[in-house]
């Protein structure tokens, strides 16, 4: 077995802790294809945040030396898949799998994950062309969940004298060299030390597949592309996912040498415009006009309840997790956030063949015979704004599994939202966060699919550049 230094974090593996995941979707994919029959675009990225967050299981004591890995727990040790390749999609929902590496001795990084994990090598390859595995110089610090043995071996890795020994860190910080980047070749190098992070289950979008990609391009200029994004696919690829996305497909479909560039995000459950650049120079352009406000955005939502016409406020909390949380009240710290609402009007609930061919989460709603229609202006464009702001209302987008929850648990007890209008006095800080706890268990996981958000236009330059997107899907079930 390849000599390592590793953290375990299961029986069957070398792992460290388990990272912040997502379930897998596993729709059935529509178009099968080899991974090696079209070219693929490789970028090097940086990720400043790294979330660690334990598997909630016991940890697994372990024991580690130069040339083995000794496991010491005698459980039955997870049944994971046999692994072949990435493609197609898988047809089912597989289980979270992330794993930590501390590289004990150099060599390419395909060698050593094939040996560490005991996965194929065809595998591994696609792992790292899909932008699922992840490097740094030195090993990030530990949560605060991690077991004694863990941060001893972390200590033991980034001592100071065994850091002063590495050519490679030379005039560098321990905080820059714990910078991830994205492995973008099988056959980088890796030196003893370094950290390896592999997402063995990236998330998928199955989606990507079943598109008519040429047939969602709106608009192509020398400098960008527009997109009528589909919903339940991302626009500019995940964590552990660049091969599945907006830019990646349009790239393709378009026949460019160079990939699309991402100039702006919209939720993978949100479907409408987005624009993608051709160019380093746009992107950097399209970037200053959306700092300074000149990019014009109309969304089209489907509501639950009806809407009130008129200028909708509320203040976010400046925490970079969903779900975005909303107060009606000023809070010290927390972003402004206001749409307008231009226009809403009822319209048939979807049929249930629409809502079966989107994959339309129901989640619970009690009235499901009129919908509403909204025409919004977003004049602040905050992470899951829309969504976030028509749920604080009482009317939550159509299939919004995370947001409508909330909503329908706010609608039968109004006084569990610690930020409503109806929210208790708290005789203390200790009992005010426990309301926010209780108050985040409301919300439900995000959608795999459509919900009722369309981007509906977007347009800069004082409206000479206006783009529109197609039917939402909402309206594909009416006569």
């Not at 069957?12 to 997502?22: D, E, G, I, K, Q």
């Not at 591994?124 to 595995?133: K, N, Q, R, T």
């Not at 949560?143 to 200590?155: D, G, H, I, N």
């Not at 203390?428 to 369309?454: F, H, N, R, T």
Request: glycine residues 6%; hydrophobic residues 35%; contains cysteine.
């Amino acid at each position: 077995m390849a000599a390592l230094a590793s953290f375990s974090s299961n029986a069957l593996v070398s792992s460290l802790w388990a990272s912040n995941l997502r379930a897998l979707m596993a729709p059935p994919c529509a178009l099968l294809r080899a991974l090696s029959s079209t070219p693929r675009f490789r970028t090097r990225r940086s990720n400043k945040d790294l979330c660690w967050v334990t598997k909630k299981k016991p940890s697994v004591p372990f024991s580690a030396t130069k040339a083995e890995v000794v496991l010491e727990d005698h459980s039955s040790p997870p049944r994971y898949p046999e692994y072949d390749r990435l493609l197609p999609c898988p047809q089912q929902n597989q289980p979270p799998r992330v794993e930590h590496l501390v590289v004990s001795d150099g060599g390419t990084v395909l060698d050593y994950i094939c040996k560490a994990l005991d996965l194929p090598p065809l595998f591994v390859a696609d792992l790292i062309c899909f932008g699922a595995v992840h490097y740094a110089l030195v090993c990030p610090k530990p949560p605060p969940s991690a077991t004694p043995e863990q941060v001893r071996l972390f200590k033991q890795v980034t001592e100071p004298s065994v850091l002063q020994k590495r050519s490679s860190l030379k005039g560098k910080t321990v905080r820059e060299a714990q910078k991830t980047y994205r492995i973008t070749h099988v056959n980088e190098f890796v030196e003893a030390g370094t950290y390896l992070r592999v997402h063995v289950h990236p998330k998928r979008f199955p989606r990507c597949y079943e598109v008519d990609w040429k047939s969602r391009i709106i608009a192509v200029t020398d400098s960008y592309v527009v997109l009528d994004k589909p919903a339940a696919t991302s626009v500019g690829g995940t964590t552990d996912n660049i091969e599945e996305s907006c830019a990646t497909f349009t790239s393709r479909a378009l026949g460019l040498e160079t990939p699309l560039r991402t100039t702006h995000q919209i939720d993978n459950c949100t479907e409408g415009c987005v624009v993608l650049a051709k160019t380093k120079d746009f992107c950097s352009i399209f970037h200053g006009m959306i700092r300074d406000k000149q990019v014009k955005k109309l969304y089209l939502g489907l509501a639950a309840a009806p809407v009130p016409l008129g200028i909708i406020s509320h203040f976010m909390r400046p925490v970079n997790i969903a779900p975005r949380l909303v107060s009606k009240d000023f809070i010290e710290g927390w972003h402004l956030c206001q749409l307008e609402v231009l226009e809403c009007k009822e319209v048939p609930w979807p049929s249930s063949d629409v809502e079966r061919r989107y994959y339309i989460e129901g989640c619970g709603w009690p009235l499901r015979s009129v919908a509403y229609e909204c025409k919004i202006n977003l004049l602040t464009g905050k992470t899951h704004q829309v969504r976030a702001q028509l749920a604080a209302i009482g009317a939550p987008l159509i299939g919004d599994s995370m947001y409508m929850p909330a909503a329908l648990a706010e609608k039968s007890n109004p006084r569990i939202n610690p930020f409503g209008e109806y929210k208790k006095e708290y005789t203390s800080q200790e009992d005010k966060m426990a309301a926010v706890g209780e108050w985040i268990a409301q919300y439900g996981k995000e959608p795999s699919a459509a919900i009722g958000l369309q981007a509906s236009r977007i347009s800069w330059d004082d409206g000479k550049c206006f783009y529109e997107a197609g039917c939402p899907w909402w309206r594909h079930g009416i006569a």
